[in-house]
């Protein structure tokens, strides 16, 4: 039987015209409209309206909270796009300490678990709830009269990081529980926050596109997604969350941990969909057997099954050890791994010229995935593990879909090759090839083809440049054709160059100078992102953009000034003062001005029309406890608005602090709404 979430919706939707409901009634209705349908697609996996009459719904919510600010609240929907980046992540004391489990593989040791608790409990037959054991990071969520107030990491056990902005981000993660199904007053719950295997795979496509480290496994890009100062980054980052354990419960709790996951999931918390009731430890190994055959099928990675007593009146019987409780066990599955040979060990050179030995293996299939090279990551970690050509080695993934060497199997009388070096010369260019400590790097710079293929790859990315059309392929063909040999040369492109080359028609090549104009007007940070710059992504860019506010500023600050930012460390103020001090770097930034480059001056690319305050208009009069002017000013512009010093009448807001001034007395007269500090200051942190 399908739930029906908030029964109370009103059966006859109101109209936003005002005629038949307030601004206020109507934005309820929305919300709890929306609310109902993300539980539907992302709970239930059942969606009943299209995207675009779900996207008509949330813009006509987006609209109606941007002209009515004052009626935005914390857990609107529309507030899942994430808040303003912070300092650092804040420490939450959890209410239970997280504990951990214990873990075995073998069959025989799960059967030695189940003798534990029948001669424990003295009993002769204990029934399990068996689950996967899903491979992401664990968070505690805490919910007050069913709204969630706090969500945090497991950090130690005891103390973790406050992450509640970052987790509201999750559209499986319900802001209030089922109002239909008396939640409790007070709730403290676990679950496992993780990325779908398709979801993972897709991130680290558009990673790499853009020249960034990928993920190594589903497990970091998750708990990388999640602990992020910037909570729009974990908004686009596709994280799923699934419940298994209410810490604490207010009300009655249920009598066993099967009935307490069904309480959850009425309560719209989404919660284990494989699981099973087994009622005697056989059934227990027949499912994780069965398990076991269609992991490869499911859309997440997991890496075994939570077997738990039941009964929770056994549970407590049963208590904790120091760091893990008696009445569960993870139950793992063996790791996928192979046995095949190293053919060879050849070397790639990285955009920024990394050199990385990458080891070239006989095909094998591992886990369902023919895997025929590995990364050895460095030259420290091929000496470690001492591998050479024609070596015989295990190939494991275990939990990680990027296969890795896991070590070498040493076979009698074999006759070894000489241990792997790293050239001396870049294997593509020729040039001599630097070090710094495990890391190797090509000195050629933009002299060497494949660096230059990288660098303007990611300079054409979607998330620099954004020049549609100029892909890896094309790329390849505009350097080999002598075309391009610097980031400059793009804007020097005609037609006539164009036009020979193979896949490129009348259309296309329209197409692709369009794209190339077009991005001649560049927001700050995705111009410092595209130049590819050591330790400067996405993020660092923002960062420096929205502290410096122009290039010039950027390039001319000296390591300490650098220094100063949050977030600016000695390796990125290193880096950043090394690039701009090289002479060929700076003639690619003139050269590209002079082809008529325009760097926006802008505080951010972030999408400024989602923000909570857009089109927002503030006036500030008197003094503020709280904030400089300055801080006041920046909370609002990270927020989407904008901050003047006259009061018109299409100021939006005036905060009044101490002792304001005439602009107060304006304010009235215009009927523009008045703030006071506090009430600002609800308003910039929702
Ligand atoms: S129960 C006191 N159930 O596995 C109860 N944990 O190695 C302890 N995990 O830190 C946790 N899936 O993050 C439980 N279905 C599941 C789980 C699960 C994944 C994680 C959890 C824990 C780790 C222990």
Redesign the pocket.
């Known amino acids: 039987m399908p739930h029906d979430l908030f029964d109370n919706l009103p059966p006859d939707p109101p109209t936003s015209d005002g005629a038949r409901s307030s601004p206020q009634e109507r934005i309820e209705w929305l919300r709890q409209k929306i609310r109902h349908h993300d539980y539907l697609y992302y709970v239930k996996d059942r969606p009943e309206i299209s995207d675009a009459e779900y996207d008509r719904l949330f813009k006509e919510l987006c609209d109606l909270e941007s002209a009515h600010p004052d009626l935005l609240t914390a857990d609107s929907p529309t507030q899942r796009v994430g808040g303003m980046p912070l300092a650092e992540l804040g420490k939450v004391r959890h209410e239970r300490p997280?504990?951990?489990?214990d873990?075995i593989v073998d069959p025989s040791d799960v059967l030695a678990f189940d003798q534990r608790m029948k001669r424990e409990l003295e009993t002769d037959q204990v029934e399990y709830t068996v689950?996967?054991?899903?491979?992401?990071?664990?968070v505690e969520l805490v919910y007050e009269r069913g709204r969630l107030v706090r969500g945090s990491t497991?950090g130690d056990g005891t103390t973790g990081e406050d992450v509640t902005i970052n987790l509201r981000t999750i559209r499986s993660l319900p802001l209030h529980l089922r109002s239909d199904s008396s939640p409790p007053a007070h709730l403290a719950v676990?679950g496992?926050v993780y990325m779908k295997l398709e979801d993972f795979h897709a991130l680290n496509r558009a990673i790499t596109e853009r020249g960034e480290e990928a993920f190594a496994n589903p497990r970091n890009a998750a708990a990388g997604s999640l602990r992020q100062l910037d909570s729009h980054i974990t908004a686009s980052r596709p994280l799923v969350i699934?419940c298994?354990?209410a810490m604490a419960v207010s009300a009655q709790p249920p009598t066993s941990h099967w009935e307490e996951l069904d309480a959850l999931a009425d309560w719209g918390l989404p919660i284990?969909s494989h699981r099973r009731r087994c009622r005697t430890i056989e059934e227990v190994i027949a499912f994780h057997r069965e398990t076991e055959e269609v992991r490869d099928d499911l859309p997440y990675e997991?890496d075994g099954l939570?077997v738990?007593v039941n009964r929770r009146d056994w549970q407590e019987q049963l208590g904790?050890k120091s760091r893990?409780?008696r009445w569960?066990i993870?139950f793992k599955f063996a790791p996928r791994k192979e046995i095949t040979v190293v053919q060879d060990i050849v070397v790639s050179v990285g955009r920024t010229g990394t050199l990385t030995p990458v080891a070239l293996l006989r095909p094998v299939e591992v886990g369902g995935v023919t895997i025929s090279r590995a990364t050895l990551h460095n030259a420290d970690e091929v000496a470690r593990k001492d591998i050479r050509v024609g070596d015989t080695v295990k190939v494991e993934r275990a939990g990680d879909v990027i296969p890795a060497i896991a070590e070498r199997i040493p076979v009698p009388g074999e006759s070894r090759s000489e241990p792997f070096s790293m050239p001396d010369h870049c294997p593509v260019c020729g040039s001599a090839v630097g070090r710094e400590g495990a890391y190797y790097y090509c000195t050629g710079q933009a002299g060497c083809v494949a660096q230059l293929k990288g660098a303007i790859e990611h300079f054409a990315s979607k998330q620099a440049l954004n020049i549609e059309g100029l892909g890896k392929k094309t790329v390849a063909q505009l350097v080999d054709h002598g075309l391009v040999g610097s980031l400059a040369d793009l804007y020097r492109l005609t037609r006539d160059h164009l036009m020979p080359l193979e896949g490129f028609a009348e259309k296309s090549t329209s197409l692709l100078l369009e794209a190339i104009q077009a991005s001649k007007t560049v927001a700050l940070d995705r111009f410092l992102m595209g130049l590819g710059i050591r330790q400067v992504g996405q993020h660092i860019a923002k960062v420096l953009a929205r502290e410096f506010g122009s290039l010039d500023a950027i390039m001319n600050a000296d390591e300490a000034r650098l220094r100063s930012v949050k977030e600016i460390g000695p390796e990125i103020s290193a880096s950043l003062v090394s690039y701009f001090r090289e002479e060929s770097n700076r003639r690619v930034i003139d050269q590209l001005r002079s082809l008529g480059m325009v760097i926006e001056e802008r505080q951010t690319s972030a999408p400024a029309a989602f923000l909570p305050l857009a089109g927002k208009t503030f006036v500030f009069t008197g003094g503020l406890d709280r904030y400089s002017r300055d801080d006041a000013k920046r909370l609002v512009e990270q927020q989407g608005g904008t901050v003047t010093s006259s009061v018109s009448k299409h100021t939006s807001f005036v905060v009044a602090g101490r002792d304001p001034g005439s602009k107060l007395d304006q304010a009235h007269k215009l009927t523009i709404r008045v703030l006071t500090e506090q009430e600002f200051t609800e308003l910039v942190n929702p």
């Open positions: 997280m504990l951990s489990l873990s689950e996967p054991k899903f491979d992401g990071l664990s497991r676990r496992e699934t298994y354990e284990p997991i939570v738990k904790f893990s409780p569960a993870a």
